[in-house]
């Protein structure tokens, strides 16, 4: 029953790991803009994200325009889009191979050992997904840094962490809590039936041993 608890509440937090994944790779907000300087016009907000740029002006009116051109983006940019992409499809095969070997399930046989492994497979499967994640969210958000802190970045053209970053970020955590709990909980089903043969086998061999000495 432990490890049967183990399994859901992995799968739930992985579950819930990839929704975060999926809103925070379609959310625009990956980064706002930052108002430093002295001469601030605050009227407008800008927003860019994965797959478009958005402009939010102060009476509530948000335009995005959806990006051209996929050559004409930076080398970090598409490596964060491509590593999100791999994160949540890996990420739902994992959960997928996962179900199969849950114990709350009827698929993959009646063998608990067999299941059980299937279910570290799927744990280990979703844990590469959230490093891809990881990955992706770190090093998008380590070129905002490095163009904020540039020196010949213009003012009004620098950005800060936006909240669809944090949300990828949480989601990555997610994933690999869920992930690494469904991974564990093989450790004890696979170890139960490899003690009980060498009892079994002592056992029998024992009696006719000791009457050979009488």
Known sequence: MANSGLQILGFALALLG?????????????????????????????????????????????????????????????????LMVVSIIVTLAGLGVSCMGMKCTNCGGDDKVRKSRIAMTGGIIILIGALCSIIACSWYANDIVRAFYDPFT?????????????????????AVVGGAMLAASCSKNSKAPQSNIPMTRSAVSRPPSDKSYI
């Open 18 to 82: 990839m929704i975060g994944l999926i809103v925070g790779t379609i959310m625009p907000q990956w980064k706002m803009s930052a108002f430093v300087g002295s001469n601030i016009i605050t009227a407008v907000s800008m927003y860019e994200g994965l797959w478009m740029s958005c402009a939010f002006q102060s009476t509530g009116q948000m335009q995005c325009k959806v990006y051209d051109s996929i050559l004409q983006l930076n080398s970090a940019l598409q490596a964060t889009r491509a």
């Open 154 to 174: 213009p003012v009004n053209t620098r950005y800060e962490f936006g909240s669809a970053i944090f949300i990828a970020w949480a989601g990555a955590f997610l």
